[in-house]
């Protein structure tokens, strides 16, 4: 819901970064997604099949949201607008939070839930960032590695259109398929 919520504020705004700031702060305050569909396909997992399912859900969702995702945004924005596919995301997001409340079911079944407790001290993002940097050296920089490595893919993601419109003047038609190989 908070991914659909985003994009509808971006989608909307018209002049002024305002509003996309608001949407930002939105996202960072909502964003859970691939945390929750991880351990989902972990709750759900037989043993011994977990690293298998997390790395097939990966290959999916991540193959997904550029083989597919890029070239569709691209479509969409050649034919209806710059916006549309911001308004797809929406439906899109939408969609995915009415199968999410209204279909999918609990993935821990009760006999593993039985006798656990939240531990509220460590069940926030500054607790769970003091469990991943404080215990030991390898999953330390492990974490490091990973975080660098996230932020320069984002960067690539977010720049790639600016910089190949800058240099090129390609709009989005041209510059979804190369993004997608890279």
């Known amino acids: 819901l908070g991914f659909a919520m985003t994009c509808a504020l971006q989608a909307s705004a018209k002049s002024g970064v305002s509003l996309l700031y608001v949407a930002d702060l939105v996202d960072g305050l909502s964003s859970c997604m691939n945390t929750v569909c991880q351990a989902?396909?972990?709750?759900?997992?037989?043993?011994?099949?977990?690293?298998?399912?997390?790395?097939?859900?990966?290959?999916?969702?991540?193959?997904?949201?550029?083989?597919?995702?890029?070239?569709?945004?691209?479509?969409?924005s050649s034919i209806y607008g710059l916006r549309a596919p911001m308004y797809a995301?929406?439906?899109?997001?939408l969609l995915n939070?009415?199968?999410?409340?209204?279909?999918?079911?609990?993935?821990?079944?009760?006999?593993?839930?039985?006798?656990?407790?939240?531990?509220?001290?460590?069940?926030?993002?500054?607790?769970?960032?003091?469990?991943?940097?404080?215990?030991?050296?390898?999953?330390?920089?492990?974490?490091?590695?990973?975080?660098?490595?996230?932020?320069?893919?984002?960067?690539?993601?977010?720049q790639f259109g600016n910089y190949v419109n800058h240099l090129f003047g390609w709009g989005p038609e041209q510059s979804g398929p190369p993004l997608v190989l890279i």
């Open 97 to 158: 939070f009415l199968i999410i409340v209204f279909i999918t079911p609990e993935s821990l079944p009760p006999a593993a839930r039985a006798g656990k407790r939240l531990d509220l001290p460590s069940a926030n993002p500054l607790g769970a960032l003091r469990r991943l940097l404080c215990s030991t050296q390898l999953l330390r920089g492990s974490a490091i590695a990973f975080a660098f490595l996230w932020l320069s893919n984002l960067c690539v993601n977010s």
């Open 40 to 76: 989902y396909v972990a709750d759900a997992s037989p043993r011994g099949r977990t690293a298998v399912n997390l790395g097939i859900y990966q290959g999916v969702s991540v193959a997904g949201a550029f083989v597919l995702g890029f070239p569709l945004s691209a479509v969409l």
């Open 89 to 93: 995301a929406v439906a899109v997001g």
